[in-house]
């Protein structure tokens, strides 16, 4: 990573130790990532992206759904949003689970995904 990135994500970091109202951090994070954006720097909205697929996962959202609201979210392309779904799926433990249970199901037949 580059030493420019770096600092961005360490800025952001600092930003949420800030104690501040929620809106606040928000407004500020905001306001930084819309900044590095206009420069170019797109570290921080990738990083954006794959903690709001994350959310989305976790709250039980499928796939198509997660896919879309990032493409409207962030105007990114369905490559773009299907990078970010896999990362957060990376981080959450998901995949591995998943394609545990696709594989076993298309052996067996079996619809009914089991649970460990």
Known sequence: MRKQAAAILEIMAEVERIDAHPHTRYALKKFINDT???AGITIVDRKERV???RRLLEAGE???VIRDRLMIRFGIEKTMAYDAI????KL???S???RKNEAQN???GSTNS???
Request: hydrophobic share 30%; charged share 20%; glycine share 8%.
């Open 62 to 64: 499928p796939r198509p």
């Open 92 to 94: 959450s433990g998901k």
């Open 114 to 116: 089991t649970q460990d």
């Open 96 to 98: 591995v689970k998943y």
């Open 51 to 53: 903690q709001f697929a």
């Open 86 to 89: 896999g990362r957060a799926l």
């Open 106 to 108: 298309s052996i067996t």
């Open 36 to 38: 590095c954006l206009a």
